[in-house]
């Protein structure tokens, strides 16, 4: 099993309806690897600055995740700073610094060129195709995008897509991607541009599946306890791509793709719905496999028919 993630380790400061959390560890590559590591464990790729303290990088140490490719740079790391609106939907970015991310460019250590699971998460189309340059033998490509690079850096973004197997895109940014304001419509207009499939995130939605083998649609577990979403998409994409890299043989084509493919979004919606349930990683850090595992139980009783 060797499933590799590059993207931001960051601080985030969180202000919803129901609180605030100050200069927590975040970040698209540290929500993904925390959740990935209940299945695998994971490599990461990123970059902080001086000010990283010990204690957030051996959080994500302690849970096994391979940190060889978090590099160090003089400056600051990167800081988010978002606001939620009453209906924890939708978000106002208030700040964003990306001081040392700004200028990250991934060296992927030696020992990490053979991984066959590469979730590209949320940063410049162009630093993920640096990544994908670098990787030997790939066997399944996912990359995450997000509005700001759709805007800033569109013809980086539709050079990669070809590249894909997957790209992970919430409902708004596959809309301003492809102009169309169906979002079934987006979400195959978003495959006709190169990836095998599409997860389409709609937030307290659940996702749709875009694929070969047809669409496929996850409700939201319904959780009510939500305290700060940030996070939820990542973790979406880490139970995702964690759950497939236990079964590395699955891939596209494969007979056993498309059901393994369904319940890896059944593994990611459900710790999707945990990540919600507290300010930044907190709710992960106070679960377990035999929990995730359980409230999986409960997904699936409550889609049975
Ligand atoms: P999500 O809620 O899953 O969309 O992801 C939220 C995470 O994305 C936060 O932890 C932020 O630190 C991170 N983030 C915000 N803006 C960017 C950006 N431009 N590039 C990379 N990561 C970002």
Same mark, same amino acid.
């Given at each position: 099993?060797?499933?590799?993630? *590059?993207g931001? =380790?960051?601080?985030d400061s969180? @202000?919803?309806?129901?609180?605030?959390?100050?200069?927590?560890l975040g +970040?698209s590559?540290?929500y993904?690897?925390?959740?990935?590591?209940?299945?695998?464990?994971p490599?990461?790729?990123?970059? =902080?600055?001086?000010?990283?303290?010990?204690?957030?990088?051996?959080?994500?140490?302690?849970?096994?995740?391979d940190?060889?490719?978090?590099?160090?740079?003089?400056g600051?790391?990167?800081?988010?700073?978002?606001?939620?609106?009453?209906d924890?939907n939708?978000?106002?970015?208030?700040?964003?610094?990306?001081?040392?991310? +700004?200028?990250? $460019?991934p060296v992927?250590p030696?020992?990490?060129? $053979?991984?066959?699971h590469?979730f590209?998460a949320?940063?410049?189309?162009? *630093?993920?195709?640096?990544v994908? $340059?670098? *990787?030997?033998?790939?066997?399944? *490509?996912?990359?995450?995008?997000?509005?700001l690079?759709?805007?800033?850096?569109?013809p980086?973004?539709l050079?990669?897509?070809?590249r894909l197997d997957?790209l992970?895109?919430?409902d708004s %940014?596959a809309?301003?991607?492809?102009? @169309?304001?169906?979002?079934?419509?987006a979400?195959?207009?978003v495959?006709?541009?190169?990836?095998k499939?599409?997860?389409?995130?709609?937030?307290?939605h659940?996702?749709i599946l875009?694929? %070969?083998?047809?669409?496929?649609?996850v409700?939201?577990f319904?959780?009510?306890d939500?305290?700060?979403?940030?996070?939820a998409?990542?973790s979406?994409?880490?139970?995702v791509?964690?759950?497939?890299?236990?079964r590395p043989?699955?891939?596209?084509?494969?007979? @056993?793709w498309?059901?393994q493919l369904?319940?890896?979004m059944?593994y990611g919606?459900?710790?999707?719905s945990?990540? =919600?349930e507290g300010?930044?990683?907190?709710?992960?850090?106070?679960?377990?496999?035999?929990e995730?595992?359980?409230?999986?139980?409960a997904?699936?009783h409550m889609?049975s028919?």
């Amino acid at each position: 099993m060797s499933l590799l993630v *590059v993207g931001s =380790v960051a601080f985030d400061s969180i @202000e919803t309806p129901d609180g605030s959390a100050d200069r927590v560890l975040g +970040g698209s590559a540290s929500y993904f690897s925390y959740v990935a590591s209940f299945f695998t464990k994971p490599r990461l790729v990123g970059v =902080v600055g001086e000010d990283f303290p010990e204690q957030n990088r051996h959080l994500l140490e302690a849970r096994g995740v391979d940190m060889t490719g978090l590099t160090t740079q003089p400056g600051k790391t990167f800081y988010w700073k978002g606001r939620y609106h009453q209906d924890m939907n939708t978000r106002d970015t208030l700040e964003v610094q990306l001081n040392v991310f +700004g200028t990250f $460019d991934p060296v992927l250590p030696e020992s990490f060129r $053979d991984s066959k699971h590469i979730f590209l998460a949320n940063a410049a189309p162009s *630093v993920q195709a640096k990544v994908l $340059d670098q *990787v030997t033998a790939p066997s399944l *490509v996912v990359a995450d995008t997000m509005d700001l690079w759709i805007e800033i850096a569109k013809p980086d973004l539709l050079a990669l897509l070809p590249r894909l197997d997957g790209l992970s895109i919430n409902d708004s %940014e596959a809309k301003l991607l492809t102009g @169309e304001s169906n979002l079934v419509r987006a979400g195959h207009a978003v495959r006709r541009m190169g990836p095998k499939f599409v997860l389409l995130k709609k937030g307290e939605h659940g996702a749709i599946l875009f694929s %070969e083998e047809g669409t496929f649609v996850v409700p939201a577990f319904p959780s009510p306890d939500v305290l700060d979403p940030t996070g939820a998409g990542d973790s979406f994409a880490g139970g995702v791509m964690g759950y497939l890299a236990t079964r590395p043989e699955v891939v596209p084509g494969h007979p @056993e793709w498309g059901t393994q493919l369904r319940r890896a979004m059944a593994y990611g919606t459900v710790i999707a719905s945990m990540t =919600v349930e507290g300010f930044g990683l907190d709710r992960l850090t106070r679960t377990s496999r035999q929990e995730i595992d359980s409230r999986l139980e409960a997904y699936r009783h409550m889609l049975s028919l």
